[in-house]
């Protein structure tokens, strides 16, 4: 296995673990809150976060070979509340962690089949995964910055899984039932 299938193994589980702790923080708003206006891309942090969410729907299936395209956007804000978000995001951060367990290193290179309102785009399995990625860290980013203009502290988002850090996220790993080891696998120190 290479260290390309690992890199995107290791960022599906970032990508889970920061947006828990985002949402996480965010679960502590109102509901009146998180829907409030706000300056940035979209004007609320329920927007951006709903925004992540229908995305990752898009992706994630055109990821795991299926044609979802843009019915995953029919509604811009499918959960008005983070009660209602929160065990979606979960949910597709499953998904995408699963398909980056499966990866290998030619899969990297296959093609993914992106099916958008007007035909069906084509680009390399790895190109997409990267560009999923990119997407979220600059929408969660928005995120974080409007959550600093509410009375809840933003939580820390802009670390890695360094390796002398493993104590500070051990039990967050617990609770999703995941080890280093297992993200790595052969790379621990």
Request: glycine fraction near 4%.
């Amino acid at each position: 296995m290479s260290n390309a299938v690992t890199y995107f193994r290791a960022m599906a589980h970032n990508n889970a673990w920061a947006n828990h702790r985002l949402l996480a923080a965010c679960a502590r708003l109102s509901d009146a809150a998180f829907q409030a206006e706000r300056v940035s891309f979209f004007p609320s942090i329920m927007q951006t976060l709903n925004h992540n969410l229908t995305v990752d729907w898009f992706y994630v299936d055109a990821l795991e070979g299926g044609s979802l395209g843009p019915k995953a956007f029919a509604d811009d804000n499918p959960c008005p509340t983070m009660a209602a978000l929160m065990p979606e995001q979960a949910a597709i951060d499953r998904r995408l962690i699963a398909f980056c367990d499966q990866l290998a290193d030619a899969s990297l290179a296959a093609e993914t089949r992106i099916h958008r309102s007007d035909r069906v785009q084509v680009d390399r399995t790895d190109r997409v995964l990267l560009h999923l990625f990119e997407h979220q860290i600059h929408h969660r980013g928005q995120a974080h910055a409007m959550l600093a203009g509410t009375s809840v502290k933003p939580p820390q988002l802009d670390e890695f899984f360094m390796t002398d850090e493993a104590s500070l996220r051990a039990e967050e790993f617990k609770a999703f039932g995941w080890t280093e080891a297992q993200i790595w696998r052969g790379l621990v120190r």
